[in-house]
Antibody, heavy 123, light 108 residues
Framework: QVQLQESGPGLVKPSQTLSLTCTVSGGSISSGSYYWSWIRQPAGKGLEWIGRIYTSGSTNYNPSLKSRVTISVDTSKNQFSLKLSSVTAADTAVYYCARDLGSGGSCCPFDPWGQGTLVTVSS | SYELTQPPSVSVSPGQTARITCSGDALPKQYAYWYQQKPGQAPVLVIY???ERPSGIPERFSGSSSGTTVTLTISGVQAEDEADYYCQSADSSGTHVVFGGGTKLTVL
């Protein structure tokens, strides 16, 4: 079955760009009509959707983060990536990637999820 | 921006029924989904399309919808059900995903 794994630096300095990659295994990222999403969760707080990318490359972003977020896909590597610019301590969180099983322009559910990776923003 | 509203906490005794609500203006147009999250773990889908249960999820988990409110019901709550529960849906356009703030279920 499809599995997702996040990877990237666990520590990022303030004002720099956070970069994470999600590697999809057990299936092709291009097969099926799926979106691929990023979600984050600060310690002790709730889930926040960051954005998603369709296999065609079209994207949707959380309006509150849109100015700082870029999500891209590399089908040759079966990966999709997140870049979040101008980070502050408020961006410290566990970052998850997930497959969005939604269709017809709508969303959800998210399944499966990656295990999550903690990114700390600190100098 | 669009929001989904959940109660911060719900407490029940073992064997009782827990009901967790989620309210949002677009819920009459968009399906809701529910996730269970235990400490240190990724969320797990427990209800999809308002009331459908994925394979492997116990029958005590059910979902319902009425107008702008959806409800996750856990009948015969067990100690292992203690977790955070999140509703999820999309805005009326379907292009932006949103999560509720989460509800901590405590089994007394």
């Amino acid at each position: 079955q499809v599995q997702l794994q996040e990877s990237g630096p666990g520590l990022v300095k303030p004002s720099q760009t956070l970069s994470l990659t999600c590697t999809v295994s057990g299936g092709s990222i291009s097969s099926g009509s799926y979106y691929w999403s990023w979600i984050r969760q600060p310690a002790g707080k709730g889930l926040e959707w960051i954005g998603r990318i369709y296999t065609s490359g079209s994207t949707n972003y959380n309006p509150s983060l849109k100015s700082r977020v870029t999500i891209s896909v590399d089908t040759s590597k079966n990966q999709f990536s997140l870049k979040l610019s101008s980070v502050t301590a408020a961006d410290t969180a566990v970052y998850y990637c997930a497959r969005d099983l939604g269709s017809g322009g709508s969303c959800c559910p998210f399944d499966p999820w990656g295990q999550g990776t903690l990114v700390t923003v600190s100098s | 921006s669009y929001e989904l509203t959940q109660p911060p906490s719900v407490s029940v005794s073992p064997g009782q029924t827990a009901r967790i609500t989620c309210s949002g203006d677009a819920l009459p147009k968009q399906y809701a989904y529910w996730y269970q999250q235990k400490p240190g773990q990724a969320p797990v889908l427990v209800i999809y399309k308002d009331s459908e249960r994925p394979s492997g999820i116990p029958e005590r988990f059910s979902g319902s919808s009425s107008g702008t409110t959806v409800t996750l019901t856990i009948s015969g709550v067990q100690a292992e059900d203690e977790a955070d529960y999140y509703c999820q849906s999309a805005d009326s356009s379907g292009t932006h995903v949103v999560f509720g703030g989460g509800t901590k279920l405590t089994v007394l």
